[in-house]
C-alpha cells in the first residue's frame, strides 16, 4: 500500500531534476523541433513561389466576355401617342334655337344623324316666296318665244316686199320711193327681232336669277339641321334645347376611332429606316400591346425638332384604344449585327460618348463606340462592335485606352 506514494515521488524528484540540472539540454531538444518544422513550411512557401508565373505581376486584372455578333430583326424605337382616324366640330352656318333634345356624350352615331336641329322661323317663307318667283319667270318664256318668233315673221315679210319692189323698179314698174319704203320695213323688222331677243334673254335672266333664290334657300332651309357627317362616337354633349346659336357655335364633336392612329416622330438620323407599309408594334401605358402597318411617314422635318411625322394605322374594332394615350412605337427594319451584353459593361469615355472597353491582342484597353439596337431585362443588344470582341464587363471603369491588363474570361448567360 505504501507503493504508490513511493513511485510519486520519485516521478516528481526526476521532472525537478531534469528542469533544473538539465535545463539547458531540455530546451536545445525542443529548439530544433520547431526548427525544423519552420524550416519545411518556408521550403513549401518557396516550391509554390518557382511555380506561379510572374508574366502578370503588376498588371490589373480585369474579367471579360468573348462575344460573337449576331443578326438580329432591328427595330426603330420611338414614343408617341394615340389619335382619332376622324374628328370633326360639327357647328352651325346659321343662327336659330335650339329645338331638338341633345344627344348623351359618348353615344354612338352614324353618317346623317341628326344632331342639332334649329326653329325654321322664316326660312319655309323665304323659300316659297323664290319658289313663286321662279314661277312667275318662267310663265313669261312662251310670250318672250311668241313675240320673237312674231318679230322674225315681220322681217321675213319685209325681206319678200324689198325683193319685188326692187325687182319692179328695175323694169320701170314701181318708184324709187316704194323701194326705200320696204328698205326701212326691213329694218325696222329686224330691230324688231333684237328687241324681242333681249326680251326673251331677260326673261331666262329672271329665271335663273329666280332659281338661285330658291337654291340659297332650300340651303338655308338645310342648314337648320346639322348631321353625323361619318360614323364614330359623340365626344362632347350635343347643344342643349332652347339655346340660341350663332354661325360657327359649336353643335357637338364627333370622333372615329377605328382603326385608330398612333402617331410618333423619328430623329433625322432613323428616318431613312422607315417606310410606308412596314409592319409596327405599339406598347400602351395600360400594358396592352398592338400591330398595325405604317400608312404615313412625312416628307418635311419639323423646325423645332427636326424630326419626322410617322402614322402607324391599328384595327380597334371594340374601342379598347383611345384618342391621346402615350404609346412605345416599334418599327421593323432590316435585320443587322449586334452583340448581346449585360447593361453594366457600358460606360463612358472622357468625350461623354456611350461605349465599351475590350481587350485586344496583347492584353491592350480599346474603347469602342456603340449603338443601342435593343435592350431587354436581362441584357442589351449594341451594334458598332467588330464581329468578335473581348468585352470587359467588370472592372471597365479602372482602366483607360491603351493600358495592358490581366482579363479573366467568362461567358454570358443569353
Known amino acids: 500500500m505504501r507503493l504508490i506514494p513511493v513511485l510519486t515521488a520519485l516521478l516528481v524528484t526526476a521532472i525537478l531534476y531534469f528542469v533544473v540540472v538539465e535545463r539547458d539540454r531540455l530546451a536545445a531538444f525542443a529548439g530544433n523541433g520547431a526548427s525544423e518544422e519552420a524550416t519545411d513550411k518556408v521550403a513549401e512557401a518557396s516550391t509554390e513561389l518557382t511555380e506561379t508565373p510572374s508574366d502578370d505581376a503588376g498588371l490589373i486584372r480585369v474579367v471579360a466576355m468573348r462575344s460573337a455578333a449576331s443578326t ?3 427595330a426603330v424605337v420611338l414614343r408617341g401617342q394615340t389619335e382619332a382616324d376622324r374628328q370633326v366640330e360639327v357647328r352651325a352656318e346659321t343662327s336659330g334655337l335650339v329645338i331638338t333634345e341633345p344627344l348623351r356624350r359618348g353615344s354612338h352615331v352614324t353618317a346623317g344623324q341628326e344632331l342639332c336641329r334649329l326653329d325654321v322661323g322664316t326660312s319655309t317663307a323665304v323659300l316659297a316666296e323664290a319658289k313663286a318667283r321662279l314661277l312667275e319667270a318662267q310663265a313669261r318664256i312662251p ?3 311668241a313675240t320673237v318668233a312674231e318679230a322674225e315673221a315681220r322681217l321675213e315679210e319685209a325681206k319678200i316686199n324689198d325683193n ?5 323698179s328695175e323694169g ?9 319704203s320696204t328698205a326701212a320695213s326691213v329694218r325696222a323688222a329686224e330691230a324688231s327681232i333684237q328687241s324681242a331677243t333681249s326680251g326673251l334673254e331677260s326673261t331666262q335672266a329672271g329665271i335663273e336669277s329666280a332659281q338661285a333664290l330658291v337654291a340659297a334657300a332650300e340651303r338655308e332651309v338645310e342648314r337648320l339641321t346639322m348631321t353625323a357627317p361619318f360614323d364614330g362616337l359623340l365626344e362632347s354633349r350635343t ?3 332652347g339655346s340660341l346659336m350663332q354661325p360657327g357655335s359649336l353643335c357637338g364633336t364627333v370622333l372615329r376611332l377605328d382603326p385608330i392612329r398612333i402617331v410618333g416622330f423619328v430623329p433625322e438620323t432613323d428616318i431613312s429606316r422607315v417606310n410606308e407599309g412596314s409592319l409596327a408594334g405599339a406598347r400602351l401605358t395600360t400594358g396592352q400591346e398592338v400591330t398595325g402597318q405604317v400608312t404615313f411617314v412625312s416628307r418635311s422635318a419639323d423646325p423645332q425638332t427636326r424630326t419626322f411625322r410617322v402614322e402607324v394605322t ?11 394615350q402615350t404609346a412605345e412605337i416599334m418599327i421593323s427594319a432590316d435585320g443587322a449585327a449586334a452583340h448581346f451584353l449585360p447593361q453594366s459593361s457600358l460606360t463612358l469615355n472622357d468625350e461623354g460618348t456611350l461605349g465599351v472597353r475590350i481587350v485586344e491582342d496583347g492584353g491592350i484597353v480599346a474603347f469602342k463606340a456603340i449603338e443601342l439596337m435593343r435592350d431587354g431585362t436581362d441584357g442589351i443588344w449594341v451594334g458598332g462592335l467588330p464581329e468578335k470582341a473581348d468585352v470587359i464587363v467588370v ?18 448567360d443569353q
Open 314 to 324: 391599328v384595327p380597334n374594332a371594340d374601342l379598347a384604344i383611345r384618342d391621346g
Open 395 to 412: 472592372g471597365q471603369e479602372f482602366v483607360v485606352e491603351g493600358v495592358q491588363v490581366a482579363p479573366t474570361y467568362r461567358e454570358l
Open 143 to 145: 310670250s318672250a318665244q
Open 239 to 241: 347643344a342643349e334645347l
Open 172 to 180: 320701170g314698174f314701181a318708184s324709187s320711193t316704194r323701194v326705200a
Open 72 to 74: 438580329i430583326d432591328s
Open 164 to 168: 319685188a319692189a326692187r325687182k319692179l
